[in-house]
């Protein structure tokens, strides 16, 4: 896991899922998987098997916790809730994502310009 | 990675089965309802299924992501790499049992070593806080070291400023105890009175000394002292024991692990420093500024740093210099941490523990090329393992620590059994004792210092002797070995590395053995050599009345009477009474010149020992001229009888009886001369001796160490033993019986670095034998499996049995004679540095150097053999079958 680019989706995808968690409450691994899909309009091309090391990861820092329960279809499932401190956590993150994505932006924008005016 | 995601990690680790399945059921939840939304979305079961494990990613691969998300990856292949390498080894039991045989020989005697290293140099005093606890020394003109004067010991402590607490103390103070059992000598110090305090010590029981209590009758008592002799008495504080006939009020009982502040004596009570004039009778000038005597320790301010206490004492010293030019001219102080080597010793002793950490270090080294010799061959073994691995898609890195693990298991397991060696010869080191009266404590154990110690160095070891096999292993075959062919395999080459390490390998165990065989060769003529008096059948224990407050002729009247009592003994022949015993590694000397003559120069120095009428009878030394000592005393002229050596010196051409002789200010008048004896050690040139008539002697001259009643037996000993205590006892029973023993025993002390030197020796000899053996036996075998198939063809063109077998131990034979032909010269020339604790033989010991090699090239010859034979019993079908 040295791949800097990994890292940063690694980033966004424990982000994605707190976010999940944090609007819809407890939920399931393909819960979260599917409303991830939904939101991103289908855009983030999501291998599912991902979440649940996410989401193992997430555990490990004690910012979401599981039980099992039984899902509407009456299914056995494991559902996923955050904590107290995965809320900070969240607060925190979005607000980076925030300030990041508005740079990111503006610096792309600068760039286009730049080159628009040379040519 | 925090502490606490460490830690469920780590939990992870263990309930792997139970995660695994919890995981297992959680996938399979989540493609169950991605099924139940497909169905419903209207697609066939089939598709369903397919279109959720496809979005997924797959059921396995996601398990396996997740798995490496939640362990340590690194650890369970840890943990699976050891299950294998435990797997081979337990399928390879002999290979196994001989490197880790190796290995714990090699380790063991390291750390046994280390043992010492740690006792005698890591060590530091067991007293409360040892790094600002310093023992200081005075030094003249530079020269180290010496103990204090009283006075200037009060000085210092007066006048330094660097201290918080100066305290002086009498080191070696003899005593007798008695009350409970039979009285008992014991050695023990008198300090000052804030000793307890400085040295932050805190007792087990009750409290050290007040301030008041300088010359009070109060005494702390030595741990073992308290447990051996009072039962560990909880309730002894406050009772009263009888010190040398004085009684004494236990106060304390010092904690167990405290014997002093000196890295060596062990002390066994402590009395406040007024007492020692009622303790130490008949010598007075304990207050001269003239009279060193008094050790010296100073507790650090705290903030004061070493080189600021050192500028200060420098400038105290100077001052005392100028106000007292008499004695204190050219005075310096000198310090080091309590309990560290004695300054004086320190040198000696380190470069002892460095020359033996050496030693010990080349026969590990020398056990590592023998495992990684024995690796290697397995190496070859294991190449189409190796490949078949690598081409099922094992890494590189992956086979390299698959045989490193394998390597430092089995160093791990050589550790674990060289720490039970090295406890084992911990225990056989202590049991040595020194041959000195006075009493030390040199007991080495295997403490945590050195178990870390051996832990660190078998994990080195590993890492070591596996990393060559390792690296051929995982980098040096090429894709040939998969279709069987030997890759290791070099034909023709002779100078191999391994055939290297073998030869070096035969010739330092050849050195090690013929200093062992010197070593034992020389303890054996040692026993045999003429001492010059009687090497049996003596019986000798030792009282000191002057402890008991005797006065010289009351000591001189027991004595005699104690002569007379013990002479009439059943099975006893003869009896005397004496100082002390020849043998005993330097007793007392003096200058002696002859009267009226020109002075020798230099003065000959003659050894002293008193002498009873009927000493020379009892120990067996035969009179020459004259006669023996009869019934002297004070009132008569000083007389004494001399040794050959002593005659001939100061009387080359005339006869020395009737003659004068001085030396320590006292005149004697020679009445005898004796054949010559051993004096101070077993190995020594003959030295001059004389001896002084007791009756004379006990009033100017007192022993410092007692006397000893000597008698000659023609009966079982342990009988006569105990009726000569029981004489002494009669007379007085309150006086303690000491050094009780037989002459044989006596002189089994007097043998005792010849037999240090011999055990060890023997010890690395056997050790450095048996591995030589060892990787000879490893580098056969490992020829034997390379030349299979060569000896196969062989046998199948009609080769015999005994012709392949002669083919195998000529090679071996081969490495033997270049070994021994470097091994030989050297033995030589390393005798020559032993030349100096070698008795009685030569440094070229022709039975030692003839025997010894033809000794070392017969079980070179039988490592060969043993090999060579399997190599005979190979069915030549199979062999050139499996090709």
């Known amino acids: 896991m040295a791949d800097s680019k990994l890292d940063l989706l690694q980033g966004t995808l424990d982000l994605m899922v707190l976010q999940t968690l944090s609007t819809l409450g407890p939920l399931h691994g393909y819960g979260i998987a599917r409303r991830i899909e939904q939101v991103s309009g289908n855009e983030v091309l999501l291998n599912q098997g991902t979440i649940y090391a996410s989401l193992v990861r997430l555990q490990q820092r004690g910012w979401i916790f599981a039980e099992w329960g039984t899902s509407d279809n009456n299914r056995k499932a494991k559902f996923y809730s955050i904590t107290k401190r995965g809320r900070k956590q969240l607060t925190e993150d979005a607000a980076y994502w925030q300030r990041l994505s508005i740079v990111m932006s503006r610096v792309l924008s600068i760039s286009d310009s730049e080159e628009g005016a040379k040519s | ?883």
């Open chain 2, 1 to 883: 990675m925090n502490f606490c995601s460490t830690l469920l990690r780590l939990r992870n680790l263990f309930q792997k089965n139970q995660l695994d399945r919890d995981l297992h059921d959680e996938l399979s939840s989540h493609l169950q309802l991605h099924i139940d939304d497909n169905l419903r979305s209207g697609m066939t079961p089939a598709e369903a299924r397919r279109e959720a494990l496809l979005k997924l990613g797959g059921l396995q691969q996601s398990i396996e992501s997740v798995r490496d998300r939640r362990g340590f990856p690194f650890l369970e292949s840890l943990l699976r790499d050891l299950r294998h390498a435990a797997r081979l080894l337990r399928n390879k039991p002999a290979f196994t049992a001989v490197v880790v045989l190796t290995l714990a020989l090699g380790i063991g005697a390291n750390s046994t070593i280390f043992a010492m290293v740690s006792r005698f140099v890591l060590h530091s005093a067991a007293v409360g806080d040892p790094s600002t606890l310093l023992a200081l020394h005075t030094t003249d003109q530079n020269e180290c070291c010496n103990s204090f004067s009283w006075p200037l010991f009060t000085d210092v402590r007066d006048n330094s400023q660097s201290f918080s607490g100066v305290t002086g103390f009498y080191e070696l103070l003899p005593a007798s105890i008695s009350g409970n059992g039979d009285p008992q000598r014991l050695w023990g110090q008198a300090t000052t009175t804030n000793f307890f305090d400085v040295a932050q010590l805190q007792l087990a029981l009750g409290r050290g000394f007040r301030s008041d209590e300088q010359s009070s009758p109060v005494i702390v008592l030595g741990n073992r002292v308290w447990k051996s002799r009072f039962n560990s008495d909880p309730n002894i504080l406050g009772k009263s024991l009888t010190l040398s006939g004085h009684p004494y009020t236990v106060v304390g009982v010092a904690p167990p692990l405290f014997r002093g502040i000196d890295l060596f004596l062990d002390t066994q009570f402590w009395v406040p420093i007024g007492n020692i004039d009622q303790l130490l009778p008949n010598t007075s000038h304990f207050d001269s500024r003239d009279y060193h005597w008094i050790v010296v320790a100073a507790r650090l301010k705290p903030g004061v740093t070493h080189a600021e206490a050192s500028s200060e004492l420098q400038v105290l010293a100077q001052r005392f210099a100028q106000a007292h030019p008499n004695t204190d001219r050219g005075l310096g102080f000198r310090f080091e941490q309590a309990g560290s080597l004695p300054p004086r010793d320190k040198n000696a002793i380190l470069l002892f523990l460095g020359t033996l950490m050496i030693i010990v270090f080349l026969v590990l080294l020398i056990a590592c090329a023998n495992v990684a010799n024995l690796f290697l061959a397995q190496a070859a073994g294991r190449q189409h393992e190796m490949a078949v691995r690598i081409a099922l898609g094992a890494t590189r890195s992956q086979l390299l620590r698959q045989v490193l693990t394998e390597s430092t298991l089995l160093s791990l397991l050589g550790g674990a059994l060289g720490t039970l060696i090295s406890l084992w010869a911990t225990n056989s080191l202590s049991a040595f004792r020194f041959p000195v009266p006075v009493s030390l404590d040199l007991n080495v154990s295997v403490d945590s210092k050195v178990l870390a110690f051996t832990f660190l160095l078998s994990l080195a070891t590993g890492l070591l002797f596996g990393l060559l096999p390792a690296w051929t292993a995982a980098w040096r075959f090429p894709s040939t070995a998969l279709k069987g062919e030997d890759a290791l395999a070099r034909p023709g080459r002779f100078w191999t590395l391994r055939n290297f390490l073998v030869v070096a390998q035969i010739s330092m165990s050849l050195v090690l053995l013929c200093v062992t065989g010197l070593c034992l060769r020389s303890l054996r003529s040692a026993s045999n050599i003429n001492i010059g008096f009687r090497s049996s059948g003596v019986l000798a224990m030792s009282v000191d009345p002057r402890l008991h407050s005797y006065t010289p002729e009351r000591t001189v009247q027991f004595l005699a009477e104690l002569q007379r009592r013990v002479s009439v003994l059943p099975g006893v022949a003869s009896s005397a009474v004496t100082d002390a015993l020849p043998l005993n590694g330097g007793h007392r000397s003096d200058g002696i010149q002859a009267l009226g003559k020109k002075p020798l120069d230099p003065t000959p120095s003659a050894e002293l020992y008193m002498a009873s009428p009927g000493y020379l009878d009892t120990l067996g030394i035969h009179l020459i001229h004259g006669r023996d000592f009869s019934n002297e005393s004070t009132a008569s002229p000083r007389v004494a009888i001399v040794n050959q050596v002593l005659a001939d010196k100061l009387f080359p051409n005339e006869n020395p009886i009737g003659q004068t002789v001085f030396g320590g200010g006292v005149n004697y008048e020679i009445i005898g001369i004796t054949n010559n004896i051993k004096s101070r050690f077993l190995g020594e040139d003959l030295r001059p001796v004389l001896f002084r008539s007791l009756a004379q002697t006990v009033a100017n001259d007192p022993s410092f160490e007692g006397y000893t009643v000597l008698a000659a037996t023609n009966a079982d000993s342990p009988s006569v033993t105990a009726s000569v205590r029981s004489a002494i006892r009669d007379m007085d029973p309150t006086l303690a019986v000491f050094n009780e023993e037989t002459m044989e025993h006596h002189l089994r002390g007097a043998l005792f670095l010849p037999r240090l030197a011999g055990t060890l020796f023997a010890v690395f000899g056997i050790v450095g034998l048996l591995l030589a053996a060892i990787g000879l036996y490893g580098v056969m075998n490992y020829t034997v499996s390379l030349r299979a198939r060569e000896i196969g063809i062989r046998m199948a063109l009609g080769a015999e049995a005994v012709g392949v077998q002669r083919l195998i131990v000529r090679q071996g034979l081969q490495l033997t004679a270049i070994a021994l032909a470097f091994g030989l010269p050297a033995a030589l020339l390393v005798a020559k540095l032993f030349n100096s604790i070698l008795y009685g033989i030569q440094p070229h010991d022709a039975v030692t150097f003839i025997s010894i090699p033809i000794f070392l090239a017969t079980v070179a010859a039988l490592a060969a053999y043993l090999p060579a034979r399997r190599a005979s019993k190979v069915d030549p079908a199979t062999i050139l079958r499996s090709e």
